[in-house]
C-alpha cells in the first residue's frame, strides 16, 4: 500500500535532549512538509522540501532542523533549543508536477512530550 | 488580519440536519482551496478541493466565491460519523508548489 509513515506515533523526551521524528513516503511525491499543531490550533509548517537534498525554513523553524537525502525520507530534528516542543507533528507529502498540484497527505503523526 | 478565519464552533446539530461552514481568507491570489477533515488526535484527511464552479460529492457541497474571498461546506443529511474538525485550507502563493495556510478548524458533533 502507498502512503506516508511517522514513528514513533508517541515520544517522550526530557528537557534538553534532541530527538529525532521519523517520516517516509512511498508515493513517490517530490514535495515533503513538517507541521506542529497544538490544541486548538491550526497547523503550522516547520520545514519544507520541494527536491532532494533542497529544503526551506517555514513559519517556525526555530529549534527545528530536517535533511532531505532521500526522496522517500524527512526526518525532524526537535533539538534542545525548541522552547515548547510539546505537540502534535504532522508529516504531509505532494506532488507538484501532477495536475492536482498542492493537495498534501498526510501521516498519521507524532505525539511529543518533553517531561 | 488572519489569513483563513473559522468560526470554531462546536456546532451541534442532530442526525438528518443540514450544516453549513464558512470560511473566509485574506489572499485574493489564493487559487486553491480545500476542505479537510480531521478526526480527534488523528491527521487531517482531505475531504475534498474547492473549485470555482462549486463541487458536490455525495452529501457534501463546496462553493467558492471569490469576490467575497469565502469557501463554504455544506453538508446534508448529517450521519453521527460526521463528527469531526473541519479544516479550511488555501494556497498561500496561488502557484503549484506553494504552501498551504490551514484554518483552526470547525468542530461539527452530530448527535442522535
Known amino acids: 500500500d502507498g502512503g506516508i509513515t511517522q514513528s514513533p506515533k508517541y515520544l517522550f523526551r526530557k528537557e534538553g535532549q534532541n530527538v529525532t521524528l521519523s517520516c517516509e513516503q512511498n508515493?513517490?511525491?517530490?514535495?515533503m512538509y513538517w507541521y506542529r499543531q497544538d490544541p486548538g490550533q491550526g497547523l503550522r509548517l516547520i520545514y519544507y522540501?520541494?527536491?532532494?537534498?533542497?529544503?526551506q525554513k517555514g513559519d517556525i523553524a526555530e529549534g527545528y532542523s530536517v535533511s532531505r537525502e532521500k526522496k522517500e525520507s524527512f526526518p525532524l530534528t526537535v533539538t534542545s533549543a525548541q522552547k515548547n516542543p510539546t505537540a502534535f507533528y504532522l508529516c504531509?507529502?505532494?506532488?507538484?508536477?501532477?495536475?492536482?498540484?498542492?493537495?498534501?497527505?498526510f501521516g498519521p503523526g507524532t505525539r511529543l512530550t518533553v517531561l | 488580519r488572519k489569513e483563513v478565519e473559522q468560526d470554531p464552533g462546536p456546532f451541534n446539530v442532530p442526525e438528518g440536519a443540514t450544516v453549513a461552514f464558512n470560511c473566509t481568507y485574506s489572499n485574493s491570489a489564493s487559487q486553491s482551496f480545500f476542505w479537510y477533515r480531521q478526526d480527534c488526535r488523528k491527521e487531517p484527511k482531505l475531504l475534498m478541493s474547492?473549485?470555482?464552479s462549486g463541487n458536490e460529492d455525495g452529501r457534501f457541497t463546496a462553493q467558492l466565491n471569490r469576490a467575497s474571498q469565502y469557501i463554504s461546506l455544506l453538508i446534508r443529511d448529517s450521519k453521527l460519523s460526521d463528527s469531526a474538525t473541519y479544516l479550511c485550507v488555501v494556497n498561500v502563493w496561488g502557484g503549484s508548489q506553494g504552501n498551504l495556510i490551514f484554518g483552526k478548524g470547525t468542530k461539527l458533533s452530530v448527535k442522535p
Open positions: 474547492v473549485y470555482s
Open positions: 522540501s520541494q527536491i532532494v537534498n533542497d529544503f
Open positions: 508515493l513517490n511525491h517530490d514535495a
Open positions: 504531509a507529502s505532494s506532488n507538484p508536477r501532477r495536475g492536482d498540484t498542492d493537495t498534501q497527505y
